[in-house]
T-cell receptor, first 112, second 111 residues
Framework: GNSVTQMEGPVTLSEEAFLTINCTYT??????LFWYVQYPGEGLQLLLK?????DKGSNKGFEATYRKETTSFHLEKGSVQVSDSAVYFCALTKNTGNQFYFGTGTSLTVIP | DAGVIQSPRHEVTEMGQEVTLRCKPI?????LFWYRQTMMRGLELLIYFNNNVPIDDSGMPEDRFSAKMPNASFSTLKIQPSEPRDSAVYFCASSRGGEAFFGQGTRLTVV
């Protein structure tokens, strides 16, 4: 079946630290991969995406590379800010049917 | 476009009452999803529609939950009768293939 596994949280970092949130997936065929971010009291927002192997999605200093050989899509940022404090969700969708599969979310807190 | 619009933003109701949550998807999107989010269970897919037709409702907890999409611009999620364990944030999302766009959610509290 299709599923997404992401690292357990919560993650607490100091401002300007390097961030990695691991995400691996299981899927048949060639899924599209996404990172969503949820700020307190809000809905999920798309952060970045990649639709095929070796694609790199990037936005707001965040990056993730679609690695088919390791079935991974790890989220990275070189220098986090307090404003990055949020819950991050890894997700995949198959190109047929369009059903989304979300990970459990990783809570990030950045302290000054 | 104003994005996915959900109403109400907050709902407090007594156990046993009927609750109706509403969603207006982004115009032109042909997929609509209802999710429930709780601390214990995370984000759960309840049901999704394609072109107003329910495709997969296996995530609907029980018969107390029902969802409809009478047209391309409106969907409802109804809980009747409501129970305290239904307290959660309910999200609607829409898609046209590719990424899903989420509404702000409805925070439901059943007392």
């Amino acid at each position: 079946g299709n599923s997404v596994t992401q690292m357990e949280g919560p993650v607490t970092l100091s401002e300007e630290a390097f961030l990695t949130i691991n995400c691996t997936y299981t899927a048949t065929g060639y899924p599209s991969l996404f990172w969503y971010v949820q700020y307190p009291g809000e809905g999920l927002q798309l952060l970045l995406k990649a639709t095929k192997a070796d694609d790199k999605g990037s936005n707001k200093g965040f990056e993730a590379t679609y690695r088919k050989e390791t079935t991974s899509f790890h989220l990275e940022k070189g220098s986090v800010q307090v404003s990055d404090s949020a819950v991050y969700f890894c997700a995949l969708t198959k190109n047929t049917g369009n059903q989304f599969y979300f990970g459990t979310g990783t809570s990030l807190t950045v302290i000054p | 476009d104003a994005g996915v619009i959900q109403s109400p933003r907050h709902e407090v109701t007594e156990m046993g009452q009927e609750v109706t949550l509403r969603c207006k998807p982004i115009s032109g999107h042909d997929y609509l999803f209802w999710y429930r989010q709780t601390m214990m269970r995370g984000l759960e897919l309840l049901i999704y529609f394609n072109n107003n037709v329910p495709i997969d409702d296996s995530g609907m907890p029980e018969d107390r939950f029902s969802a409809k999409m009478p047209n391309a611009s409106f969907s409802t999620l109804k809980i009747q009768p409501s129970e305290p364990r239904d307290s959660a944030v309910y999200f609607c999302a829409s898609s046209r293939g590719g990424e899903a766009f989420f509404g702000q959610g409805t925070r439901l509290t059943v007392v």
